[in-house]
């Protein structure tokens, strides 16, 4: 059984895939994944009538996408993992639309092109098998979708099912760990050295 986790579109959303059965669940919500993704989990693997000790490969998406939710459903699912002793795989949203593109046109060279919330588009081109050529650059334009031997194709945003498929292939090139195109906004506050007092 494979499960796949996906958090990095704002929504909670999870699939469990048996060998004869897809048992799917998805939230959509801004904040509070961390009360509720286990929960999910849980009620899908009960309507599924397996215990999670079944499974034998956990897929994330890495992103990019919603901070807060990509940092809750990598820990879930890293701490799923270590309790299991099973792989984790860290797929993100570009080898994701990468991967079903050229399952489509196999042997065809693929470019993704993302826009982020920010509305900064990034790119990131495989060679036929898959491998990519580099990591996510900046490019200049708006976000293109997914280009197959130099034409426009269509990029639905990857299910969860399919980031646990991709999983149970050995996809996840990255580590279960989120994929950040650009620097948080967060800043440390300032500390100065303590005031001894006599």
């Not at 200049?140 to 299910?159: F, K, Q």
């Amino acid at each position: 059984m494979l499960l796949g986790i996906d958090c990095s579109a704002g929504a909670a959303a999870i699939a469990l895939i048996g060998q004869s059965r897809i048992v799917e669940r998805q939230r959509d919500m801004g904040r509070g994944h961390e009360g509720l993704l286990l929960g999910l989990i849980e009620d899908a693997a009960q309507e599924m009538q397996r215990p999670l000790t079944d499974l034998s490969a956990i897929g994330v998406g890495t992103g990019p996408g919603s901070f807060t939710g990509i940092r809750i459903s990598v820990a879930a699912s890293r701490g799923l993992g270590l309790a299991l002793g099973i792989p984790v795989a860290g797929i993100d949203r570009f080898e994701a639309l990468a991967t079903t593109a050229q399952d489509g046109q196999p042997g065809a060279p693929v470019t993704v092109s993302l826009t982020t919330g920010r509305g900064a588009t990034f790119s990131q081109s495989f060679e036929p098998g898959g491998t990519a050529v580099a990591p996510p650059q900046p490019a200049v334009g708006r976000d293109l979708g997914v280009i197959v031997n130099g034409r426009l194709a269509e990029h639905p945003t990857p299910s969860a099912a399919l980031i646990a498929r991709l999983a149970g292939r050995g996809c996840g090139t990255r580590p279960a760990a989120p994929l950040y195109l650009a620097p948080p906004d967060a800043v440390l506050p300032e500390t100065q050295a303590p005031v001894l007092l006599d």
